[in-house]
């Protein structure tokens, strides 16, 4: 696992907070950037032009979730989803709906897109007249992301639900014993799942069973308390059974805490997860985790040397990280190919 390049954000927003951060291509990225509400920027970068990254301009809430389609861009803020045209680097269209952030956002077909939000509902839009034509309701917290598998939706919050669109009735729920979903990814009939609690498990969606689960991000102090990266930079002291947080840290009262955590790190929740080949790989506040479905538990953790990192994703065998570095908000490309595959135990160990 190698550190492949580095870009720097503009100086103009060094006291920035960003994320979320998304991946279009090999040379395409966008990064999306807020400073109190009042500044909220999506930067897209497109490599394979000399021109430095355009700033699209729109939201005045902090942005929480990007999907792209081609051409095309959706945001998803506190008050609005934004369609945006990247050809043209210009606003088509807004979708709009009482306050409750967009933490996801879907494109479903040619007339049709689809948010998540932090009221607990679905809701999806006619792509052309921004009406609101249904509204999935189900969950009982609010929804973080969401997936097509096949005709299907899939929306993470508590459990998860799939959903038959058109119809707007929920067809399966996948329980996941935690109080929250933070990742949901989809690879052929495989579903995985990223739990508030660290944990992270593996379904088949055909058979509807539960493949496998792991507890490759989880700490402890003691046996009932687990710590957690916030993404301020902060750290949270959460208990188990009930989960709630019992204590918060601010980032300068963290100097000098004594916790024994893997690789010097605080950990996080997991922040990206992707079915990759054969393997599962996720990234929290611990770091770059790869296992061998079959293998599980068992897991390789190859710590990255920056705690600070505000968003993450993986995409095409590379790491993808937001973070801060001596002041600079930096998008930091890692490849994940030169991790030692020995290091992964066989099924007889």
């Known amino acids: 696992m190698s550190l492949e390049r580095t870009f720097t954000l503009p100086e103009s927003i060094t006291t920035t907070l960003a994320g979320p951060l998304h991946i279009i291509s090999a040379t395409k990225y966008l990064v999306a950037t807020h400073d109190d509400n009042t500044n909220c920027l999506i930067w897209y970068y497109n490599l394979s032009l000399s021109s430095e990254p355009f700033a699209l301009r729109g939201h005045t ?3 929480w979730s990007l999907a792209t389609d081609s051409d095309y861009l959706l945001s998803g803020a506190h008050d609005k989803v934004i369609l945006w045209d990247l050809s043209t680097k210009t606003l088509v269209r807004e979708y709009l709906y009482p306050a409750s952030t967009a933490y996801g956002v879907l494109f479903w077909d040619q007339r049709t897109v689809v948010s998540g939000h932090f009221d607990t509902l679905v809701r999806v839009w006619d792509r052309e007249t921004a009406v609101c034509r249904r509204l999935l309701a189900g969950h009982g917290r609010g929804v973080n992301d969401l997936k097509r598998y096949k005709g299907f939706l899939l929306s993470g919050a508590e459990n998860v639900r799939m959903w038959d669109v058109e119809a707007g009735t929920c067809l399966y729920v996948f329980e996941t014993d935690s109080t929250w979903v933070s990742v949901v990814d989809v690879k ?3 579903l995985a799942v990223a739990c508030l609690d660290w944990t992270t498990k593996v379904w088949n969606l055909e058979s509807k069973e539960l493949v496998s689960e792991m507890f490759g ?3 402890r102090i003691g046996d009932e308390l687990m710590i957690s990266s916030r993404i301020d930079g902060g750290i949270g002291i959460w208990r188990k059974d009930p989960v709630e947080m019992t204590r ?3 980032p300068n009262e963290i ?7 893997e690789h010097g790190k605080f950990v996080g929740g997991v922040i990206s997860l992707r079915l990759f080949g054969d393997m599962i790989t996720s990234l929290s506040g611990r770091g770059f985790m790869v ?4 293998y599980l538990p068992h897991v390789v953790t190859l710590g990255l040397p920056h705690r600070h990192t505000w968003a993450a994703t993986i995409s095409g065998g590379k790491a993808y990280l937001l973070l801060r570095i001596d002041g600079r908000v930096c998008l930091e490309i890692w490849n994940l190919y030169g991790f030692d595959k020995a290091m992964i135990p066989s099924k007889e160990r």
Request: glycine fraction near 8%; charge should be positive.
């Open 248 to 250: 918060y840290y601010p």
């Open 255 to 261: 100097q000098g805490m004594k916790y024994p955590i």
């Open 291 to 294: 296992t061998k479905r079959e």
């Open 188 to 190: 052929g009939d495989m």
């Open 217 to 219: 991000h989880s700490a």
């Open 61 to 63: 809430h902090a942005v």
